[in-house]
C-alpha cells in the first residue's frame, strides 16, 4: 500500500516530534503482534544495540534500557536510580530542560543542588569544580547538552570531566542532539544520556531510551529504589534476563524506529550532520534577514534550535502568524524562557534547506499580512 497513498508533508519547525519520512510512517502499519511473541523479542537486541553505535558506545561496557514514554521519562529515570544513599545530585542549570531535573529532585525530595546560570550563557566551569570542592558529598552530576529551551551548546565534556574528577556520575540530557550533533559517549566524558525516539532518530513519540555504563547499572542494584516503574536498574535487569520490557512495549513505534535507524545508517552521521546544519544556517540566514534577534550568540548556538526574540511591534501576534503559517503546513513554536517572549525554529527532522527558503516565503507573507513592519522593530 505504501508507495500510493501519499500523506500531507507537515513541516515542524518545533522541537520534536519532528517532520518523519512517508517509509517511517508506514513502517508502523504492520500485523497486528503479541510483544510476547519470539519474533518481536528478536528486533529489540539489534535496536538495543544501534542505539549505542550511534553514540560510538562499546558494547561490552555500555548498553542501552528502553522505557514507554516520552523524553522526560529518561531524565526521572535517570536522577532516580542513579543516586547512591546519603549522597547528592548537582544539576548545572541554565534553562528549561536542566530546571525539570531540578523538579524531579524535589519530587522525589532528593537532595540536591541547583547551580543555576543565566540561560543566555554557558556554565562557569570554574564556579562548578568550587561547588564540587565545597560539596564532597555529590554523587551524581546532571546537565543538558543543547538546551532546547534557547539553543545554547552547554560544554559536557568538561563538566563531566570535573564530574570524574570528584568520582561523581554524570548523566546528560541529550534528548535534543542524539543522532544528530555527533556525541561520543566516552570521550565525551558521558556515563549515561538519553534520548526519544520523536526527536533525532525521526521516529514518533512513545519510546525513550538511556544510553550508559552497564558497570554503573549494575551497581546501581544497590541504589535505593525510589520509583517501581522508572527504575534503571529494574527495566536493564529485566532486558537482560528474558531480552523484553519489562511492561508492554508501545509496539508499532518500535517498527517505526527500527525504519528510522535503517535511514539514520543510510544517510550517515556525518551527512546527516551536514543536512541539520543546512538547515539551521538557512533558518539563521532567513531570521537576519528579516531583522530578528536572537538569545544565543551564533558561536555559542548548538546549531539545532533558533530561539528568536519578540518584535516591539504593537501588530506582532504570534499566535496569528503561528496560524496563519500552521495552515500552510508549517509549525513554528513559543520559547521556553520566563524572561524574554521569545519563539522558537528548530532544524530536527526529515527536511532541508529548501523546506527553509518555502518556509520563509510563508512567515513572510504572514508578517505582510498582519503589517508586522520589517526589518523587524525593537525598542532598544
Ligand atoms: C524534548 C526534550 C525532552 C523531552 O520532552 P518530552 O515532552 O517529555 O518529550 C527532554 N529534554 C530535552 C532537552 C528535550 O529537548
Request: charged fraction near 25%.
Given at each position: 500500500?505504501?508507495?500510493?497513498?501519499?500523506?500531507?508533508?507537515?513541516?515542524?519547525?518545533?522541537?520534536?516530534?519532528?517532520?518523519?519520512?512517508?517509509?517511517v510512517?508506514?513502517a508502523q502499519v504492520v500485523p497486528d503482534i503479541c510483544p510476547r511473541e519470539k519474533e518481536f523479542g528478536g528486533l529489540m537486541k539489534g535496536l538495543r544495540e544501534d542505539l549505542v553505535k550511534?553514540?560510538?558506545?562499546?558494547?561490552?561496557?555500555?548498553t542501552s534500557v528502553l522505557f514507554c514514554?516520552?523524553?522526560?521519562?529518561?531524565?526521572?529515570?535517570?536522577?532516580?536510580?542513579?543516586?547512591?544513599?546519603?549522597?547528592?545530585?548537582?544539576?548545572?542549570?541554565?534553562?528549561?530542560?536542566?530546571?525539570?531535573?531540578?523538579?524531579?529532585?524535589?519530587?522525589?525530595?532528593?537532595?540536591?543542588?541547583?547551580?543555576?546560570?543565566?540561560?543566555?550563557?554557558?556554565?562557569?566551569?570554574?564556579?562548578?569544580?568550587?561547588?564540587?570542592?565545597?560539596?564532597?558529598?555529590?554523587?551524581?552530576?546532571?546537565?543538558?547538552?543543547?538546551?532546547?529551551?534557547?539553543?545554547?551548546?552547554?560544554?559536557?565534556?568538561?563538566?563531566?570531566?570535573?564530574?570524574?574528577?570528584?568520582?561523581?556520575?554524570?548523566?546528560?540530557?541529550?534528548?535534543?542532539?542524539?543522532?544528530?550533533?555527533?556525541?561520543?559517549?566516552?570521550?565525551?566524558?558521558?556515563?549515561?544520556?538519553?534520548?526519544?525516539a520523536?526527536?533525532?532518530l525521526?521516529a514518533f513519540?512513545g519510546l525513550?531510551f538511556?544510553?550508559?555504563?552497564?558497570?554503573?547499572?549494575?551497581?546501581?542494584?544497590?541504589?535505593?529504589?525510589?520509583?517501581?516503574?522508572?527504575?534503571?536498574?529494574?527495566?536493564?535487569?529485566f532486558f537482560?534476563?528474558t531480552g523484553e520490557m519489562?511492561?508492554t512495549p508501545p509496539v508499532q513505534t518500535i517498527y517505526a524506529t527500527i525504519q528510522a535507524l535503517k535511514e539514520y545508517w543510510?544517510?550517515?552521521?556525518?551527512?546527516?550532520?551536514?543536512?541539520?546544519?543546512?538547515?539551521?544556517?538557512?533558518?539563521?540566514?532567513?531570521?537576519?534577514?528579516?531583522?530578528?534577534?536572537?538569545?544565543?550568540?551564533?558561536?555559542?548556538?548548538?546549531?539545532?534550535?533558533?530561539?528568536?526574540?519578540?518584535?516591539?511591534?504593537?501588530?506582532?501576534?504570534?499566535?496569528?502568524?503561528?496560524?496563519?503559517?500552521?495552515?500552510?503546513?508549517?509549525?513554528?513554536?513559543?520559547?521556553?524562557?520566563?524572561?524574554?517572549?521569545?519563539?522558537?525554529?528548530?532544524?530536527?527532522?526529515?527536511?532541508?534547506?529548501?523546506?527553509?527558503?518555502?518556509?520563509?516565503?510563508?512567515?513572510?507573507?504572514?508578517?505582510?499580512?498582519?503589517?508586522?513592519?520589517?526589518?523587524?522593530?525593537?525598542?532598544?
Open positions: 500500500m505504501s508507495e500510493n497513498m501519499s500523506i500531507k508533508r507537515n513541516i515542524l519547525l518545533n522541537p520534536g516530534p519532528s517532520t518523519t519520512t512517508d517509509s510512517k508506514y550511534i553514540v560510538h558506545g562499546d558494547l561490552e561496557k555500555y514514554g516520552s523524553g522526560t521519562i529518561n531524565i526521572d529515570v535517570c536522577i532516580n536510580s542513579l543516586l547512591p544513599e546519603g549522597k547528592k545530585v548537582l544539576i548545572v542549570n541554565n534553562g528549561a530542560y536542566s530546571t525539570r531535573a531540578v523538579e524531579v529532585c524535589e519530587y522525589y525530595g532528593l537532595p540536591h543542588i541547583n547551580l543555576t546560570f543565566p540561560v543566555d550563557e554557558r556554565p562557569d566551569l570554574e564556579v562548578v569544580e568550587k561547588t564540587f570542592k565545597e560539596n564532597p558529598d555529590i554523587g551524581l552530576v546532571h546537565t543538558t547538552h543543547n538546551e532546547t529551551g534557547t539553543g545554547i551548546l552547554n560544554p559536557i565534556r568538561e563538566i563531566g570531566e570535573i564530574a570524574h574528577r570528584y568520582g561523581a556520575t554524570f548523566t546528560v540530557d541529550t534528548t535534543s542532539t542524539y543522532a544528530m550533533r555527533p556525541i561520543n559517549i566516552e570521550e565525551d566524558n558521558i556515563d549515561f544520556l538519553m534520548a526519544s520523536q526527536k533525532g525521526m513519540t525513550s538511556v544510553v550508559g555504563n552497564r558497570a554503573i547499572i549494575e551497581e546501581s542494584a544497590n541504589y535505593p529504589k525510589r520509583s517501581y516503574y522508572c527504575n534503571l536498574y529494574m527495566q536493564y535487569d537482560e534476563r519489562h511492561f543510510a544517510e550517515g552521521e556525518e551527512a546527516k550532520w551536514a543536512r541539520h546544519t543546512r538547515v539551521f544556517n538557512a533558518i539563521n540566514a532567513g531570521l537576519d534577514e528579516l531583522g530578528f534577534k536572537q538569545v544565543i550568540k551564533p558561536e555559542e548556538r548548538a546549531g539545532l534550535v533558533s530561539s528568536a526574540i519578540y518584535p516591539d511591534d504593537p501588530n506582532w501576534d504570534f499566535e496569528k502568524v503561528h496560524d496563519y503559517c500552521y495552515e500552510r503546513g508549517f509549525t513554528i513554536y513559543p520559547g521556553k524562557i520566563s524572561t524574554t517572549n521569545t519563539f522558537r525554529l528548530c532544524a530536527l527532522g526529515a527536511i532541508d534547506e529548501d523546506d527553509i527558503k518555502e518556509f520563509f516565503k510563508v512567515f513572510r507573507a504572514a508578517l505582510d499580512e498582519y503589517k508586522v513592519q520589517v526589518p523587524i522593530v525593537y525598542n532598544k
